[in-house]
Every structure is written in C-alpha cells, then in structure tokens.
C-alpha cells in the first residue's frame, strides 16, 4: 500500500482536502486513509479484526510497541466518518494511470492502447439514508436493496481503473460515462458494447482525440444522412466455436470505428480485438463476487460512507494490479 500510495501522496490529499488534524489524536488521519484501505483489502474481516492486522503490521515495520491498545468500533466508525469520502477519491485520482507496457497480452492493438468502458449496479446496506440517496430498483418478490450505479474506464491489459464515476440506481448510464472522457488521450483505442452507442457519447469520445471501436447491432439502421469520411462501418461473420465451424454456424455483427484505413487496421483483426475483450470477465463483476463473497453488500450505511469504501476497494485494486506488473505478471 506504501508503495503504490506513499505517506507523502496520502498528506497531499489531506491536504487538499482540508483533512489535517488541529490536534493530536489516536487516530491520525494518515493512519485512517491506510485503515480504511485495510477494510477493503480484508473485505470479510470486522472493524477491529482489520485493526488488529494493521496494528500488527506497524508492531513489525515500525517497531511499535506490542499490545497497544485497539482503538474501539465506535472510535474507528467516528474516524472513518470524520475522513470522509473526498481523501479516497483525491487519492485514486492522483495515483490512478494506465499501467500495461507494449508487448503486454491484451494491452495493446499495434500502436493502440486498448481501453474499455465497464459498468455495473451494486447493492448497498437497506438504511434510510441509503435508500433516500441511491434509490432501490422495483422489488420482484419482496423488498429491494439500494444500488449504486458504477461505470468505469478500464485498462484492458492490466484490467486497472483509471477513471469511475457513481450515480443513483435511476440515473443515466450515459450521462455518467460522459465524465469519463476527461481521461481518454490519444493513442488510445476505446472498446465499447452496443448498449452504449448514441450519436453525442460518439462525438464526445472522438473529441478526446482517443480512436474509437464500438459494437452495433447487426441489423441495426444506419440510414444514409451524409457522407462521413471519418467513421468506418464493419460487417462481419464469425464463427464463435468448434461446433459452429463444423455445423455452418456463425455470430453477425457490426462494428463502427474511427480508423478509416483498413491497412493501418485490417476488419479481421478488429473483429477479434473486440471478441477477445468481450470474453473477459467484466471487473465490477469481479469485485461484486469477492469483496466480501457472493450476495454480499458494501459495509457503509450513509451515501458518503458508501463512496470512501467504493473508492478505497479501487484503491486498493490498483494496488493489487500494481504489484502484478512490478512482479512481472503484467509487464
């Protein structure tokens, strides 16, 4: 954590945060930032369990004294609350960058950096703020849990966040995308599905300078207004098995994409650039499945709570992909 969020990276988001303490406490606010990045990296573990480890942790780095006293629940409830969100996300903001070297698996197409946009909604703990702020879908069967709505730019060879936004379980998916385009650059080539295919989040992402390859239904109108010379239209068949192969079978589709030139970019190769994205698993589905185990909510039960703890479980995912590339994992 030390290395990826140094103490130095931790102060200046406090800083800017106006989080310093006008007093001494047991709980510093550094100390809380790293606390706070523990419960997420210890996801099943109680508040005073993940003390414990961190605790333990500083006993052998910093040579603290053994037995020290484990601040109470009610003390780290009060100092997580006392932090807030805003630390968390000047931090993400400050350290997130794309980490994939050419040559890596997935990470680049020729002299693209392949980006991808995901998204997702995730469950929260029934209080009243909760549900007030987020929202609840229509219950099927009974009552519904609040959401949170996540959509996130992503590395595609590292699989790391560099960029995310939240909104209520009611708000537009596209509208929250929209603030992502701050982080596209060009030289980046940006994957999306078709439920994201619109004429302003097009012309948007295009304006960014970052190349852009897009899914569309295959029998999706596209009828004739003018001609465009910078968007190229790709209609493809492939099979997607062995078992289609043998029996005649194959998946249509249609691509859009702001590489005009087919020798810079040949279809074929697009076409699987954009297959091979689609059979990894999405990261918010990751995340939902092991932060705390199947079926299994966030720990915050007030709208500012629920955003530090999304944005110290990104934090520390960056971390983890972090370390995979200093071990060579993701070079």
Known sequence: ??????????????????????????????????????????????????????????????????????????????????????????????????LADPGVPGGFYRSWRLMSIDRSTLELPASETNVEHFGSPAAVGGPALPRIRVVGLIECGSRAVIDVAFGTCGQDEQTLIESLVRSLRPGMLLLADQGLLCHRLW??????????????????????????????VIDYSRATSAVDTVHGGARTGRLLTTITDSAAAPAAELVGVLAEQRDVETLFGVLATHRRGAGAVLRSKSPDGVIQELYSYLCVHYAVRSMMRWSGAVK
């Open 203 to 232: 012309d948007l992402c295009r304006s960014s300078g970052a190349d852009l390859l897009w899914q569309t239904a295959s029998d999706a109108a596209l009828p004739v207004e003018k001609r465009c010379a910078d968007v190229r």
């Open 1 to 98: 954590m030390t290395r990826v969020f140094p103490p130095d990276v931790v102060d200046a988001a406090l800083i800017e945060c106006g989080r310093v303490e006008r007093r001494d406490r047991l709980l510093p606010a550094r100390f809380v930032v790293y606390y706070v990045l523990s419960l997420a990296l210890f996801a099943p573990s109680s508040y005073d369990e993940v003390m414990r480890k961190v605790m333990a942790g500083l006993e052998w780095a910093l040579g603290w004294p053994h037995q020290r006293a484990v601040p109470t629940k009610a003390a780290l409830f009060q100092a997580r609350k006392r932090l807030g969100a805003e630390p968390l996300r000047v931090l993400f903001e400050k350290v997130a960058v794309p």
